[in-house]
Every structure is written in structure tokens, then in C-alpha cells.
């Protein structure tokens, strides 16, 4: 069963543009999130959210299986191994 | 401003002081015209790479080029976004590796 994946993103960052074609590329099903869109409650919810797994709250920041695992930044060997690519 | 216009200009201000654009150009682009987005939503050309929160005062750190460049570039051979990059980044002599976030967290709002 293929991992659930929820990538946490800017719409401006190169890294994250280039993390989804990735995930694309290769046929993963992914969620994701512009972060930079999100304006009140709803933003600093998901900051928080992100720094549970991140405490720098980079992005972007990559959760399988619901934060069981965390990939910070594009890492295309990371993510070939943990999503077995 | 197009995104070319605006990496020539760059170009000349940031290479004498020894800062190169990442020789991949459609990367370097596509990073001139974040810039220039933020440049629309902001007033000023935060960061690509980084969550920005609209109050100048706060985003002052990652104003491009950030303050946190020359440590990233001399450690790592680029800045976090990968935009401003070492000669020798350039000619593939150093691994092009992730560079890690150095901005105090506590910052990002």
C-alpha cells in the first residue's frame, strides 16, 4: 500500500515546485498545501502543525504516513527510498 | 521587470562580490520571478523559500540576498534556495547538497 503523502509548501519556493514534479513524475498521489496562501487561525494552526515535525518550519516539509516519517526539503534520494520509487 | 531583466541586474551588482547565479537557468527563473511575485504581495522580494509575514520589520533577515547567504554559500556552496551558489558549486567541484534551514524558527510566523 502506497504511503500517504502530504507535502507542505510555498507557492514562490523552487524546492517544493521541484519536490512535487518529483512526486508527479513517479505517479505518487500526494496532498499538499500552499502555506503562503493561508491568511488567520488557519495559518498559525498549520505552522504549529508543521513544527511538531519541523521545528524550523522550512519548506518544503514532506509527512508519510501521517508524520510517522518527515522529509525536510527536497531530498530525492530520501524520498526514493521511503516512498520505494 | 521580467525575470531576465531582473537576473542581469543581479548579475552584475552580486557577481563582483563573489555570489554566482546557479548556473541551472530555468531554476535561476523561475527563482527571479518568485521574486518578483513577492516583490507584488510583499513590497519587497522576500524570500522564495521561506514563509514571509508581510511586515517588513519581521522579514528583514530574509529580504533577498537573505542574511544568512554568506554563512550557507561559505559552508554549503549555496544559499538555502539554491540561487546564489559558489564558483566552484558552479563547476560541480563541491556536492550539491541540502542546505539547512539556519533561520531561528522562532522568526517564522
Not at chain 1, 512535487?20 to 499538499?32: F, I
Request: charge should be negative; proline fraction near 4%.
Amino acid at each position: 500500500m502506497q504511503n500517504k503523502v502530504m507535502l507542505y509548501a510555498l507557492s514562490t519556493c523552487i524546492h517544493c515546485k521541484n519536490a512535487k514534479k518529483y512526486l508527479e513524475d513517479n505517479g505518487v498521489e500526494y496532498e499538499s498545501l500552499y502555506v503562503d496562501k493561508l491568511e488567520g487561525d488557519e495559518r498559525k494552526a498549520v505552522i504549529e502543525e508543521i513544527k511538531k515535525h519541523n521545528s524550523a518550519c522550512s519548506f518544503p516539509t514532506i509527512l508519510l504516513d501521517g508524520g510517522e516519517r518527515v522529509i525536510i526539503g527536497f531530498k530525492r534520494d530520501e524520498l526514493k527510498e521511503a516512498l520505494g520509487i | 521587470m521580467t525575470p531576465e531583466t531582473l537576473l542581469e541586474t543581479l548579475r552584475k551588482l552580486q557577481e563582483p562580490k563573489g555570489y554566482y547565479f546557479n548556473k541551472d537557468t530555468e531554476m535561476t527563473l523561475a527563482l527571479m520571478n518568485s521574486l518578483l511575485e513577492n516583490k507584488k504581495t510583499y513590497g519587497y522580494m522576500s524570500c522564495p523559500c521561506r514563509l514571509a509575514s508581510g511586515e517588513y520589520e519581521k522579514d528583514k533577515d530574509i529580504i533577498c540576498p537573505c542574511v544568512y547567504r554568506e554563512a550557507d554559500v561559505r559552508d554549503y556552496g549555496a544559499c538555502f534556495c539554491w540561487l546564489y551558489v559558489s564558483k566552484s558549486w558552479n563547476e560541480d567541484k563541491i556536492e550539491h547538497q541540502y542546505v539547512p534551514e539556519r533561520r531561528p524558527p522562532e522568526k517564522v510566523i
